[in-house]
């Protein structure tokens, strides 16, 4: 009994579908890298979906086979710039100093990158402004793991400095975990303000007036706040 020959037509080898999905996931590098720089370049607010998809030399409609909506697009964008957030913690999150001075080392150096990186606070300002709910209806479940797995890493190193105050009895904190959220959120907000510039007060008039803002006030207002809630006062 003879042994037949395989046809002709047979299925590709498997190789195939690796160089293709490895292209698929350059080309969702490239539209990353677009939009990182659209917003470093104009702010968020400004860097359209079609925008987007002229930097990189494709049409909209591809973007969107990429990344299920414009909130994964900017969730997988704010990835970026928490990594590197997370590498300008670090070198405060020094076990060798005292608590309250890794604190401050840590809101400083948060403070400085937002300042450095509005898109960066515009970003996280834009998902934060989301329901939860409605942002786990707008991102995948691959990309909500991955956008918490780069929050949990900065948050870390905040978590890490309350956990160990309140070990000594430097602090007094009941939730470290909750408070990082906390601190994380107020920073974004300040660097917002510190972005606009302009503070607004009641004149004696009873007319609203505006005054300019210092950064150096702002982060002072930010350590207080930070040690003074670190320390249950």
């Known amino acids: 009994m003879s042994v037949s020959e395989p046809e002709a037509d047979s299925p590709a080898p498997p190789a ?3 160089r293709t999905a490895e292209r ?11 939009t990182r720089a659209l917003f470093d370049e104009r702010g968020v607010r400004e860097a359209q979906i079609e925008d987007i998809a002229r930097a990189v030399g494709i049409n909209r409609a591809i973007i969107y086979r990429h990344f299920s909506s414009k909130e994964e697009l900017f969730a997988v964008t704010l990835l970026g710039y928490l990594t ?25 150096a948060f403070f400085g990158y937002g ?14 402004r989301r329901r939860g709910t409605e942002l786990m209806e707008e991102v995948s479940e691959d990309v909500m793991i991955r ?7 900065c948050l870390g190193h905040v978590v ?14 009941a939730d470290p975990h909750l408070l ?8 974004l907000g300040a660097l917002n303000l510190a972005h606009l510039q ?3 007060r009641r004149h004696i008039s009873g007319l609203p007036v505006v005054d300019p803002v210092g950064t150096d006030d702002l982060l002072a207002h930010l350590l207080r706040g930070a040690l003074a809630m670190a320390r249950g006062a």
């Not at 698929?24 to 677009?34: K, L, W």
């Not at 956008?147 to 890493?153: F, V």
């Not at 990082?180 to 920073?187: D, K, S």
């Open 16 to 18: 195939v579908r690796p």
């Open 24 to 34: 698929r996931a350059e080309r969702s590098r490239e539209i990353v890298a677009a």
């Open 84 to 108: 590197e957030l997370d590498a300008a913690l670090a070198p405060g999150d020094d076990p060798d100093l005292g608590a309250a001075e890794r604190l401050e080392l840590l809101v400083r």
């Open 115 to 128: 300042l450095e990186h509005p898109a960066f606070v515009d970003c996280a300002q834009t998902l934060l």
């Open 147 to 153: 956008l918490g797995t780069g929050m949990s890493a």
């Open 160 to 173: 890490g400095v309350l956990e160990d105050g309140t070990r000594t009895g430097d602090f007094a904190v």
């Open 180 to 187: 990082a959220n906390v601190l994380y959120t107020q920073g």
């Open 198 to 200: 302009l503070s607004v």
